[in-house]
């Protein structure tokens, strides 16, 4: 991986990770799936009449438009909604990285390297005990709607993969099209009509800018771009780039929410870098050779 995509995929990390303070904050004022089906009209519309539609099938912009939209977001949206904090939805949703690597090896033949399996296990192991001392900042209602978004995450990469677009803007716009009505008719079911009904009266400007941050800088751009090293890189490869954004999520939620920040989630996130590292460490090497070695070959 190159080092400019490296360093562009740990600030979309950054971003992704503060963006769930962000959800906390729009959700303290408009139901959940209404303020997600916010997000991707606005991400969707107007921009969608003035970009052509990808060369997929339908089938490709529906299936990732409901995953992305209604499994990811919709479900994390309503697991920060019944109680579990900003930083804790950050950290259970990168539970993907695991299934993404088998996903990835299971429906693409993506190769998962011994250095993966072992980073992978560090960050389980991080994983694990930020779980155990959460502070009291997980529900078990947040915690299976956010651990079923994490498998939706995965189902996202190889969703792209399969499509095979190269157009992966376009992608975005069209697939997120697909997501708001589901959305918006999922929030009638679960809050009742009324919500909908209420909802002009609900949007003050706390409410805009939790969907129009959602809807701009973190999907567009942050979706484009991880999309397309999605597609540049492979699914088992970028994946663990994503152990960054709890880290990131952790201390939004502190700095914005004062959600507790205690020792072992500092060692915890600590061990998640340190899976990340080893994870990355031979195609490092096979990229960087020692002098020594440069030096023989050249002999």
């Known amino acids: 991986m190159k080092k400019l995509d490296v360093f562009l995929l740990v600030a ?3 971003l992704w990770g503060l963006n ?10 408009v139901e959940p799936l209404l303020l997600t089906a916010m997000r991707f009209a606005f991400a969707s519309f107007p921009l969608i009449l003035f970009i052509k539609r990808p060369a997929v099938p339908w089938r490709y912009l529906m299936a990732y438009g409901l995953s992305f939209g209604v499994g990811v977001w919709g479900l994390t949206t309503l697991a920060v909604y019944a109680g579990t904090s900003a930083g804790m939805a950050s950290l259970l949703l990168d539970m993907s990285v695991i299934s993404s690597l088998l996903v990835g090896y299971v429906c693409l033949n993506e190769r998962i390297t011994q250095m993966k399996l072992i980073g992978s296990a560090f960050a389980l192991v ?10 009291g900042a997980i529900t078990t209602k947040g915690l299976i709607l956010v651990l079923l978004a994490s498998v939706c995450w995965s189902v996202n990469g190889l969703i792209v993969k399969r499509a095979g677009t190269r157009a992966v803007f376009a992608f975005n716009i069209w697939a997120m099209a697909f997501a708001p ?4 008719l999922l929030a009638s079911w679960v809050h009742g009509p009324q919500a909908i009904v209420n909802l002009p009266g609900k949007i003050d400007a706390p409410a805009l800018f939790s969907a129009l941050f959602q809807a701009y800088p973190t999907t567009l751009l942050g979706y484009w771009f991880w999309n397309k090293m999605v597609v540049k890189y492979g699914v088992s490869s970028v994946a663990p780039m994503t152990l960054l954004v709890p880290v990131f999520g952790l201390l939004g939620g502190y700095l914005f929410y004062q959600e507790q920040l205690i020792l072992p989630q500092v060692f915890a996130a600590a061990l998640i870098l340190t899976g990340l590292m080893i994870g990355e460490l031979r195609g490092w090497r096979r990229r960087h050779p020692q002098p020594e070695r440069l030096q023989s070959a050249v002999d």
Do not use: E, Q, T, Y
Not at 20 to 29: D, E, Q, Y
């Open 126 to 135: 991080g994983l694990a005990i930020i779980i155990r001392f959460n502070g």
């Open 181 to 184: 009505v589901p959305l918006v």
């Open 12 to 14: 979309l990390m950054a």
């Open 20 to 29: 769930f303070s962000v959800i906390k904050l729009g959700v303290n004022h």
